[in-house]
């Protein structure tokens, strides 16, 4: 009986050791949970027609493919955000390589009932004003007598360091605000859209017109921009940011396939259909001199 | 008007136990009828797709129950020589008290924080990156409290004139415990692992950082950095990030798939934990 | 004469493997010993990790209102606050429920229909708590808001909101506990009750909840425990507001405000900003070692008073 019970250990041991490789085949993304969408589905067709294996995960967004990628733990890093100095410091030993894959726009959007109460459009120091709690009602943007629910992005998300980086500069000269705080993309459209005088910021291509509301941005007395493809291609939508993929150094192997996937036509196509621009749309909108979308 | 009080106080008391039944009920049929029409055959095995708006959701089950069976597999061998040194080896009672003292404590312990010891010690400090083992270990660890007491309560409740025949008989002691005690209590362990499993079944938080991941994982082929999908974590990711109404439909089913899960460990007990309270029944 | 001998040698053999250590019995105190040094481990790993948070930050730590990362301050009061409403306002609602629900299980309902009455309860244990927060996000949150509409709360997501969701999840534990303390009760009491002419009412509140309190609050603090450590659902539905200290500790608004709980605090995408930071990660870890305080207490507590329960019935 003793005799047994020690072979069986023996024979898990021996099991466990014989397990114990790592996986050196799946290539590792993770990050923002804009980016997802078009990679994920990039993914599934790399997947079935070139038998990559690929593991995708949105942890923590924008700021956890930085880190993640930082700490040597995942290949790629999804981010709809530009690196920014602190990003690259803290992780000194990585040489952060980006490839933009498209351009998004972030947009400020509200509920129902704030755009029919004709709140259309903010500016710059209104925003600023609602971030800072100086303007905590809608009568005083002549919008409904309401309070301003506003929802904020959980700090490191790409969003949010895009909005930050329109109001102050700098995401870290941003006041330290506290509010309700949402993450991922659908989990802010269903606050916004189920709160009465909400605010937050989202992806433009997630407002859908029918709960919630993207608002234009008042970038001159007068002068109003929306978050049009033409609008952010010639960079007069303040909040527009890159769609990037982030490596180690210049992509290789596997990744460098991935990558190279994104960028050709059928990647490209993903990132149309998910309501971004693709790098063609880009290119062209900026060729053509009459693509300023202000109304 | 002490008739009146008599009647109030059972009225008061049957509403709550009405309640009780009316916010179950609630539960069950929010979810069925809500997730009722997704679930088939087809979503039960066929793979996800298009970020979870398509297809089914084969692996994510898969990944759940290879989750759980690592974790009967890790419990089990540790549940019961915790049992037998707590209810047979020890001979004081002060160190036994010591002993289920620890084990309660173990099973108050926040399931997050398993998560959290696990992401530094597994993922960061062994290097796994995210694995089903570490998963299947935490989970293992964080029901064994609860396997381990029903097996307690089992030994402990076994009457001693069998042990004392068994070593009238001249078994020693080890062939006392395999033979004699070790039987006698297989209705303690189903019990106890069956009640641990429905729980660790749904949790999210010690696999959060751990063990799982969205998209393109299946079955591992090894431990590091092996990922698996599952049920809690789907559901949880897309009831923050669903980007098309297509995947409500498909939340609640998978929600609908894991309550099924759930009940269908809970009422392999059902039957031996009813008994254990009625036999406690003042007649 | 060989032959004494040999029988001589065969007792001290005999003697010698009784007093051995069976292979059987080491592996058994090896395990439990691995099993029992996890919980240790557990508690090491979070102090040793929080450590410079306590070293750098002190009591300030705890009692500091004020988080802001990017500042290095960090102040957890806020979160406790959080954690300990959602938790009194989860036992709020599903003590007295629970504790009724047991009574009328125990004490007045017959056999067949207390059957039905505890299996659907021991199913209602096993509903998983990203179940509870689908139904939180997308139903409870809605009710809350419509409910307090003459409060008028910013949003649906207010500690109120968490509180009840956890309410409900810990109901199956108060009731199943509390049922079996009320059963606990010798039969005999009752019947001597009943014998002196006292009605159910006067025999339940008299006579037998006297003597289940101690389990029935085991059952409470068992339950607390739960409540204080639950992440996912109370992730979803209240609000993460960080910094939400009262100015009154007693009043209602800040209940039917956003907060921040330790757990959820934990949940956040915040702690992949806090990895590569020490300090940082420290107070990011150190909630969690605030966390298993509070929680670990609670089980332990109701722990001691079962045993004091159990020596006490045993005693009379």
């Not at chain 2, 009780?20 to 009722?36: K, M, P, Q, T, Y």
Request: hydrophobic share 50%.
């Amino acid at each position: 009986m003793q005799l047994q019970t020690a072979f069986f250990v023996l024979a898990i041991t021996h099991a466990s050791c014989h397990l114990a490789q790592a996986n050196p085949a799946a290539l590792r993304i993770n990050g923002s949970t804009t980016v997802n969408l078009p990679v994920a589905e990039a993914a599934e067709i790399l997947r079935s027609e070139a038998q990559l294996a690929i593991t995708i995960d949105t942890q923590g967004g924008s700021s956890g493919g930085v880190s993640l990628l930082g700490d040597g733990r995942i290949d790629i890093g999804m981010s709809s955000k530009p690196l920014s100095q602190t990003d690259r410091s803290r992780f000194p030993k990585i040489s952060f390589h980006e490839t933009r894959i498209g351009e998004d726009a972030v947009a400020l959007i509200v509920s129902k009932d704030v755009w029919n109460g004709g709140v259309r459009s903010l500016s710059k120091l209104q925003a600023q004003g609602i971030y800072e709690r100086r303007i905590t009602n809608w009568s005083q943007l002549k919008g409904p007598n309401r309070r301003v629910a506003f929802f904020n992005k959980e700090p490191g998300r790409g969003t949010w360091e895009i909005f930050a980086r329109w109001l102050y500069g700098d995401p870290n000269e941003a006041p330290a605000a506290a509010f309700p705080e949402v993450g991922g993309n659908e989990e802010c459209r269903n606050r916004v859209g189920a709160t009465r005088g909400a605010m937050s910021q989202l992806s433009a291509s997630w407002a859908d017109g029918k709960t919630v509301f993207a608002l234009g941005i008042e970038v001159e007395p007068g002068q109003t921009v929306r978050p049009t493809p033409e609008a952010l291609a010639d960079h007069s939508y303040p909040m527009s940011r890159p769609l990037l993929l982030l490596t180690d150094g210049e992509p290789k192997g596997n990744t460098k396939r991935f990558v190279d996937f994104m960028l050709g036509p059928k990647g490209q196509q993903l990132v149309a259909k998910h309501g971004y621009l693709s790098l063609e749309q880009l290119g062209r909108l900026r060729s053509s001199p009459s693509g300023r979308g202000s109304n | 008007m002490r008739k009146l009080l008599d009647l109030t106080f059972r009225a008061a008391a049957v509403l709550c136990a009405l309640l009780a039944c009316l916010i179950f009920g609630w539960i069950v049929s929010a979810i069925v009828w809500r997730g009722f029409s997704v679930v088939n055959w087809r979503f039960l095995t066929e793979p996800m797709r298009l970020a979870g708006a398509e297809g089914g959701i084969f692996h994510n089950l898969i990944g759940t129950l290879i989750l759980l069976s690592t974790a009967l597999i890790v419990t089990t061998p540790l549940s019961v020589g915790t049992a037998l040194v707590t209810a047979f080896y020890i001979q004081s009672e002060r160190w036994r008290r010591l002993c289920l003292l620890c084990l309660y404590v173990l099973n108050g312990v926040p399931s997050l924080l398993f998560g959290l010891f696990g992401f530094i010690v597994f993922v960061s400090f062994f290097g796994w990156g995210k694995s089903w083992l570490t998963g299947g270990i935490l989970l293992g660890f964080m029901i064994l409290p609860t396997v381990s007491v029903a097996l307690v309560e089992r030994l402990r409740s076994l009457p001693p004139l069998r042990m004392e025949a068994a070593a009238g008989l001249g078994l020693s002691r080890s062939r006392i415990v395999w033979f004699v005690l070790l039987p006698q209590c297989l209705g303690g362990w189903v019990s106890g692992s069956f009640l641990g499993l429905a729980r660790a079944a749904g949790e999210t938080a010690p696999i959060l950082f751990t063990a799982t991941i969205f998209a393109g994982a299946s079955i591992p082929s090894g431990i590091k950095e092996n990922p698996v999908l599952t049920l809690p974590y789907h559901i949880f990711i897309l009831a923050q990030d669903s980007f098309d109404q297509a995947i409500g439909g498909k939340v609640w089913g998978t929600a609908l798939v894991l309550l099924m899960l759930a009940f269908c460990m809970s009422l392999v007990v059902l039957p031996v934990r009813l008994r254990i309270h009625e036999e406690a029944d003042h007649v | 004469m060989t032959g004494i001998r040999a029988l001589e040698t065969e007792s001290v053999q005999a003697q010698k493997l009784a007093r051995r250590v069976s292979l059987t019995q080491w592996t058994s105190w090896v395990l439990c010993l691995i099993a029992l040094t996890s919980l240790a481990a557990l508690v090491l790993v979070l102090i040793h990790e929080s450590w410079p948070v306590w070293r750098v930050a002190g009591i300030d730590y705890l009692a500091g209102k004020q988080w802001l990362s990017s500042r290095h301050l960090f102040g957890a009061a806020p979160m406790i606050y959080g954690t300990m409403a959602v938790a009194i306002i989860a036992l709020g609602c599903a003590a007295p429920i629970g504790i009724g629900a047991a009574i009328c299980t125990s004490e007045l309902l017959p056999r067949r229909a207390r059957l039905t009455v505890k299996i659907l309860v021991e199913l209602l244990a096993g509903v998983p708590s990203v179940v509870y927060g689908l139904l939180g996000v997308l139903v409870l949150r809605g009710w809350v808001y419509d409910l307090l509409e003459p409060l008028d709360p910013l949003s649906g997501d207010t500690l109120l909101t968490g509180g009840l969701l956890v309410g409900v999840m810990i109901l199956p534990t108060i009731l199943t506990l509390s049922d079996d303390a009320l059963r606990g009760v010798p039969a005999s009491l009752r019947a001597a009750a009943r014998g002196l002419g006292l009605n159910a009412r006067e025999t339940i509140c008299r006579v037998v909840l006297p003597q289940a309190i101690p389990g029935i609050i085991a059952a409470i603090l068992l339950a607390l425990g739960r409540a204080l450590g639950e992440m996912i659902a109370v992730f979803l539905v209240v609000g993460r507001q960080d910094n939400q200290w009262p100015e009154r500790l007693w009043s209602v608004t800040p209940l039917i405000s956003p907060g921040q709980t330790l757990a959820s605090k934990l949940g956040g995408s915040e702690i992949h900003i806090a990895h590569g930071d020490p300090l940082h990660w420290a107070a990011m870890v150190g909630l969690g070692l605030l966390l298993l305080g509070m929680a670990g207490g609670a089980a332990a507590a109701a722990f001691l008073l079962q045993q004091k329960q159990l020596r006490h019935a045993q005693a009379s």
